[in-house]
């Protein structure tokens, strides 16, 4: 089993969440299929391991990577593309795995962006799920609430400007 009873993981749509339970249930009379009970916030998600024992899920980060995190965020931001549809693209595969430095990295970037051109709808929407989702797994990670957590990010990017 990859994970524990207990464990602190990422569900790829509804964020940091708890390990409840692991449970067995027969599909169409033959075929045994198990799953992982996920509370993420106030939903429950039954997150389906396949034939090879693995969900998708992730582990939070580790403590230790905030140290990069904090680095990260008070860095230069890195230019997006000025192309909308590249730019897009570009976000896209920067967020692929959505691990904690990825997720510092675009609230950076985005923000820098929006401090020079307004964002469009999409990319203000993109910005706050991410944002949320830095915000969540930084708190988790470290042991602090979602506003403590929000606080440090937001003097680290304060910081860097």
């Known amino acids: 089993m990859q ?32 799953y992982y009970q996920v509370i993420a916030g106030t939903a429950t998600v039954w997150v389906p391991i396949n034939d090879q024992g693995f969900a998708a899920l992730r582990k939070i980060a580790p403590k230790e990577s905030l140290m990069e995190c904090r ?12 192309d909308r549809q590249l730019r897009q693209l570009e976000i ?4 692929k795995g959505r691990l904690l430095p990825e997720l510092c990295e675009m609230v950076r970037d985005l923000r820098a962006r929006s401090r020079q051109k307004p964002l469009g709808l999409t990319e203000d929407n993109l910005l706050r799920k991410i944002y949320k989702a830095l915000c969540d797994e930084w708190a988790a990670t470290d042991g602090v609430s979602a506003q403590t957590a929000l606080y440090e990010i937001e003097s680290l990017l304060q910081a860097a400007s």
């Open 71 to 82: 680095r990260l965020l008070r860095g230069h931001p890195v230019p997006l593309n000025q």
């Open 3 to 34: 994970f524990q009873v207990g464990d602190k993981v990422v569900h790829p749509v509804h964020g940091v969440g708890i390990i409840k339970t692991f449970s067995k249930q027969l599909l169409s009379g033959e075929k045994v299929r198990e």
């Open 92 to 95: 896209a595969k920067r967020l």
